[in-house]
T-cell receptor, first 112, second 114 residues
Framework: DAGVTQSPTHLIKTRGQQVTLRCSPKSGHDTVSWYQQALGQGPQFIFQYYEEEERQRGNFPDRFSGHQFPNYSSELNVNALLLGDSALYLC???????????FGSGTQLSVL | SQQGEEDPQALSIQEGENATMNCSYKTSINNLQWYRQNSGRGLVHLILIRSNEREKHSGRLRVTLDTSKKSSSLLITASRAADTASYFCATDERGAGNNRKLIWGLGTSLAVNP
């Protein structure tokens, strides 16, 4: 039973570029959320997707957008990258009625 | 924004000793969860305690919740070197239905020395 998988593992971009991160949820899960974790900090909630709709959003600008596909996988897009976007981006999945999150190993994004 | 605040920020103990970490939060919650993170990678769920529970055990883990003080503690007994990791509390805010989001603290970095 595959857990949550994220790709790529590492990514280096320059300021102003755009990036797409991908996530496949754990088998049987239909809800995907994304978190940003800066070095030495706790995760910050970006948004959550269920039934291909954004259901909740944290305090992130519109440069951060996402999508959920019919197979429940998800993408996180970040436009006009800033140096401050450098962080570990974590995807987590759960069943809609469940409370426990399962996390992927994350994508380490470096913006130069 | 961070809701939880863990304390201490860092803890160093010897193998076999107990480790206690505390978490404080600000708003009403549905539940509080503890997660573990190794080397800045993915988080692993450890234990969940609901707002109407006061104490919960899972193996060597013991969690308490005091909703009047808006605080929780995680106790790891008989620690092992493999317990070395960062530990985070996350609060599940009261909201409509299953539309949940977790608010995280800054974490406690635990080092267990062999």
């Amino acid at each position: 039973d595959a857990g949550v998988t994220q790709s790529p593992t590492h990514l280096i971009k320059t300021r102003g570029q755009q990036v797409t991160l991908r996530c496949s949820p754990k088998s049987g899960h239909d809800t995907v959320s994304w978190y940003q974790q800066a070095l030495g900090q706790g995760p910050q909630f970006i948004f959550q997707y269920y039934e291909e709709e954004e259901r909740q959003r944290g305090n992130f600008p519109d440069r951060f957008s996402g999508h959920q596909f019919p197979n429940y996988s998800s993408e996180l897009n970040v436009n006009a990258l800033l140096l401050g976007d450098s962080a570990l981006y974590l995807c987590a999945s759960r069943g809609w009625t469940n409370e426990k999150l399962f996390f992927g190993s994350g994508t380490q994004l470096s913006v130069l | 924004s961070q809701q939880g605040e863990e304390d201490p920020q860092a803890l160093s103990i010897q193998e076999g000793e107990n480790a206690t970490m505390n978490c404080s939060y600000k708003t009403s919650i549905n539940n509080l969860q503890w997660y573990r993170q190794n080397s800045g990678r993915g988080l692993v769920h450890l234990i969940l305690i609901r707002s109407n529970e006061r104490e919960k055990h899972s193996g060597r883990l013991r969690v308490t919740l005091d909703t009047s003080k808006k605080s929780s503690s995680l106790l790891i007994t008989a620690s092992r070197a493999a317990d070395t990791a960062s530990y985070f509390c996350a609060t599940d805010e009261r909201g409509a239905g299953n539309n949940r989001k977790l608010i995280w603290g800054l974490g406690t970095s635990l080092a267990v020395n062999p």
